[in-house]
Each structure stands twice: as structure tokens, then as C-alpha cells.
């Protein structure tokens, strides 16, 4: 029961897949971010941290002279054919070679949540305020019902051990079972989703939006 559960909700968190949840999802986020931007100065400087070129492809931004974008992410991206869209291989949580106010935008879809204390996402958030004039910030709803990383029901309630086990015994979500028990307890505490309080805390004076699925807020957007 639990590989067919598993292999339902991969089939809809696919963003690869055009129908899935996730893949339509990203286009109302992306229309969303399109309107938000309607009105900004142009060509618009954006550092994109955590971020791939796959996902600017989908969304049809290669060349748009309206968008400088840089990734900044610690895996290769293959960005070298577009005239707007640079890589660099850094780690987002060594943002100290940038200037303050560099960029007109820092985005980031679904990369704070990586970073597993409140603290270092907070020092995080401080670092996106300086080194930004705005943000758009994308982040899953820590009270959504299934969790969007492991996809497994209400995995973000559980204990440190209790998740432990679980990925010690099953293959869960976009991870393959972990008999190492040290990596499995890695792997458990990994991911640490945030609750609309905590982004406004990190974020003072942001607005947010919420992406909704079934009347049920599945993620957040923090933005100024």
C-alpha cells in the first residue's frame, strides 16, 4: 500500500509531467511572479539561489531580454546557450561575496526549507534582505498534510527517530530507502519546513501568498 501511495503522489509532485499537480501549480506560481514583475524596472537583475535551468526553461524565460538571471546553486546547471541566464557554483550559504543591493530580485522556489535549523534560515533570510532589493521567496506550508519532500502524511509531525526509522525501512518520496542509520538520520533531519509566523519573522514587513490546493494552504510566497 505504501509503494502505491508513493507512487501517486510522485506521479503528481512531478513537475516534469504537464498535468501533474506540481507542474500546474508552478504556472500559476510563475503567473503570479510574471504580474508581480509587470511593473518593475527593466531588464530586471535576478539572482536565483538554489535555483535550475531546467525550471527557467519550462517556464519559457531563456532569452527575454527583460531577465538577467543568475543561479547560484552547488550543482552544475547547464545554462551556457542563453544569452540571460548565467551559473555559478556556490554554496547559498556563503552569500558574502555579493554586495549589498546587487540584485533587483533574489527568488528562491523551495530552498529555505533545505536548510535545518531556524537559525541558519534565518541568517539565510537576512542575507537575501541585504543582498536584494526585493524578494520573492517560494516555501512549503509546514501544516500542509503531506509532506512535498518525503510525501508521506503529516512526515514533518514526527520525531527525529521516528522518521529515522521510517527511511531506514522504506523508500519514501523523492529518496530511496537509508540502511545507513547515520544517513538516515542525516536524511531525517534535512528538511526543516516553516509556518506563515516563522517567514514573517525572518521576512519583517513581507507580504504573503498563499498557493492553495483543496482550500488548503500548500505553500507560501514571502515577497517585498
Known amino acids: 500500500m505504501l509503494s502505491r501511495l508513493r507512487s501517486y503522489l510522485l506521479s503528481n509532485a512531478d513537475q516534469t509531467k504537464e498535468n501533474s499537480v506540481s507542474s500546474r501549480q508552478r504556472k500559476k506560481r510563475f503567473g ?10 527593466k531588464p530586471l537583475k535576478i539572482i536565483d539561489l538554489g535555483g535550475s535551468d531546467y525550471y527557467w526553461k519550462h517556464l519559457e524565460m531563456t532569452d527575454n531580454s527583460d531577465f538577467e538571471i543568475l543561479i547560484l546553486n552547488n550543482e552544475i546547471q547547464d ?17 558574502s561575496f555579493i554586495k549589498d543591493k546587487e540584485y533587483d530580485l533574489v527568488y528562491s522556489n523551495s530552498l529555505i526549507e533545505h536548510l535545518n535549523t531556524f537559525e541558519e534560515q534565518k541568517k539565510l533570510a537576512k542575507e537575501i534582505s541585504r543582498i536584494g532589493k526585493r524578494f520573492f521567496i517560494q516555501t512549503p506550508n509546514f501544516y500542509f498534510p503531506v509532506e512535498p519532500h518525503f510525501l508521506f502524511p503529516f512526515f514533518q509531525f514526527l520525531s527525529v527517530k521516528m522518521k529515522t526509522k521510517l527511511i531506514s525501512k522504506h523508500n519514501l518520496g523523492w529518496y530511496e530507502r537509508q ?11 534535512s528538511v526543516r519546513l516553516l509556518k506563515e509566523n516563522e517567514l514573517k519573522d525572518i521576512f ?3 507580504k504573503i501568498y498563499k498557493e492553495k490546493y483543496f482550500q488548503l494552504t500548500k505553500s507560501f510566497i514571502a515577497y517585498s
Open 32 to 41: 503570479f511572479f510574471l504580474e508581480y514583475c509587470r511593473e518593475l524596472k
Open 79 to 95: 545554462t551556457g546557450s542563453f544569452r540571460n541566464i548565467r551559473f555559478m557554483k556556490k554554496d547559498v550559504k556563503e552569500l
Open 179 to 189: 540502511t545507513d542509520p547515520e544517513k538516515a538520520e542525516e536524511l531525517a533531519r
Open 204 to 206: 519583517p514587513g513581507c
